[in-house]
């Protein structure tokens, strides 16, 4: 290993044991992250329930659990849960977006305000 190698190397790890200054971009993109991580978390967790009413639906209809527990007709209730779990999933991304549409709103005048004071250092 040549000394440029060792010099980079102890620089890349001195830096991971050295306290790091908050500035203005870490601010903004923490702005950023608390704009967009509610509605990313609603997305997921909503798309994720969706997901397991259609599939219910769909093991409704295709397998033998109807019968075990109880429904006479199968068929019908099936497809029924799995036109809901359907429709929950096409509204998903209509409501993410309302939801991030929102907080950009709220939170825009503070963004704008600080990006504006990074472009201008």
């Known amino acids: 290993m040549n000394k440029n190698d060792q010099e980079f190397l102890v620089q890349k790890i001195r830096t991971q044991y050295t306290e790091k200054e908050h500035t203005a971009l870490d601010e903004l993109k923490a702005l950023d992250t608390k704009v967009k991580r509610p509605a ?3 997305a997921y967790i909503f798309g994720s329930i969706s997901a397991i009413v259609m599939g219910s639906g769909m093991s409704l209809v295709m397998t033998d659990i ?3 527990v109880g429904i006479a007709e199968p068929m019908l209730y099936g497809i029924t849960v799995g036109v809901i779990g359907m429709l929950m999933a096409i509204v998903n991304y209509p ?7 929102s907080r950009r709103k709220k939170y825009a005048d ?12």
Do not use: C, P, R
Not at 95 to 101: A, F, V
Not at 110 to 121: G, P
């Open 110 to 121: 503070k963004i704008i305000a600080l990006s504006d004071k990074i472009m201008e250092e």
């Open 95 to 101: 409501i993410y977006k309302s939801i991030l549409t």
């Open 40 to 42: 990313t978390v609603f």
């Open 66 to 68: 109807a019968k075990t």
